[in-house]
């Protein structure tokens, strides 16, 4: 079967291993990676190709900062010698924008990604997996800085692409109908969403089985889907179910798990359950900072989510001490033009005015505007 580029499209590809099963994997590859370092050097392809399935495993693991560095390294090493535009480094790129994704760096995921695809195109050409991956990626670096018309542009061409080129059943064209299915989210078009979406939890579930991540992601998004279109015992009762599967399949702390534990407890919050709400979202929140940093995106999603509960149980200066902190951490990753900036803004004026703080509410409307002009 031919390489596929993107760390989600393969592992949409290959044997599912549990958790336990991948430790040992990486240990037993850590070990690998050493013995070729020793006999043929740093820089021969055989340790660079050690170095990349090493680094790939660490990313299906959640450890997404142990694979970034090595696929820099690797990337390094072919740049030394001459080798940037081989297939080899051609492949790593994207996976490295993926990682870089996955970290929410995402200026870095897009200059990364960018610069694949040009490769790509100019040595492998248009119609090629390798392309058609890199189409993905870069429409998920869109995606997340906000600029969801040409993120969703490129994720109809790689669907387009990976249907013509591998079929409408692989899993590959089925994790890039997911991407798409999250554009149309994010747009607001939550029809398209949930059709799309229950194409892809349909088929995956046919050729993998409920059990596969992602599968469990898939499902997850939507879940996601329900909760955002007003269907909330829908997305409870799948939330639910993709959250159980995914604390045996992955783990807790895995951040796909960690990603639906959240939608759940915004779910529960909507539903009006806000202790149940607040116990999940201050363990998921917890566990966020463990796991990615006190600054990744993810977290400063979730501290948004506990401040929204904690303001609909008039909680108000837990929730003003919550949504400042993701305010100045926001500001700080992405200035003010980002769509999570500008909501949290949104959210914080509300809490002001609410709470008779006025000239709090008139500065941060001038913050608003200036971003609306």
Not at 49 to 65: I, K, P, R, S, T
Not at 108 to 113: I, M, P
Not at 165 to 171: C, I, K, N, T, V
Request: glycine share 8%; net charge negative.
């Amino acid at each position: 079967m031919p390489r596929i580029s993107g760390e989600q499209t393969l592992l949409a590809s290959t044997p599912y291993l549990s958790p336990e099963a991948q430790r040992k994997d990486l240990e037993e590859r850590k070990l690998i990676l050493l013995d070729k370092q020793r006999d043929l050097g740093d820089n021969h392809p055989e340790t660079l190709d050690a170095m990349v399935n090493l680094a790939w495993l660490h990313h299906q693991l959640g450890e997404y900062g142990s694979a970034r560095d090595l696929r820099v390294t690797v990337l390094e090493k072919y740049q030394i010698l001459g080798e940037g535009e081989n297939p080899s480094a051609l492949h790593v790129m994207p996976s490295l924008g993926i990682t870089h994704h996955a970290l929410g760096q995402y200026k870095e995921a897009l200059e990364v990604a960018e610069l694949a695809l040009e490769k790509q195109r100019k040595v492998q050409g248009e119609n090629h997996l390798e392309t058609a991956g890199t189409l993905g990626t870069l429409a998920l670096a869109y995606q997340n800085l906000g600029q969801l018309n040409r993120a969703q542009e490129l994720a109809m061409s790689a669907v387009e692409q990976y249907s013509q080129l591998l079929g409408e059943d692989h899993p590959a064209t089925l994790w890039s109908m997911h991407g798409l299915a999250n554009i149309y989210h994010q747009l607001g078009q939550f029809t398209e969403a949930e059709d799309q979406y229950c194409i892809v939890v349909e088929k995956s579930i046919r050729i993998h089985g409920e059990n596969r991540p992602n599968t469990l992601r898939a499902m997850g998004g939507l879940g996601g889907t329900y909760l955002a279109s007003g269907q909330l015992k829908k997305a409870e009762g799948l939330l639910n179910i993709v959250f159980e599967k995914q604390k045996r399949v992955l783990g807790e702390e895995h951040p796909d798990t960690l990603r639906t534990m959240g939608d759940l407890a915004n779910t529960y919050n909507h539903l009006g359950q806000f202790s149940a709400a607040e116990e999940l979202a201050t363990v998921a929140l917890e566990k966020h900072q463990k796991a990615l940093g006190e600054d990744h995106p993810d977290t400063l999603w979730m501290m948004g989510e506990l401040a929204s509960i904690f303001w609909k149980q008039g909680q108000l200066e837990y929730a003003e001490e919550l949504l400042v902190t993701a305010l100045e951490k926001w500001r700080k990753l992405f200035v003010d033009d980002y769509t999570n900036t500008r909501w949290t803004m949104n959210e914080l004026a509300n809490l002001y005015r609410n709470n008779d703080k006025l000239q709090a509410v008139q500065e941060l409307e001038r913050l608003v505007r200036g971003q609306a002009v």
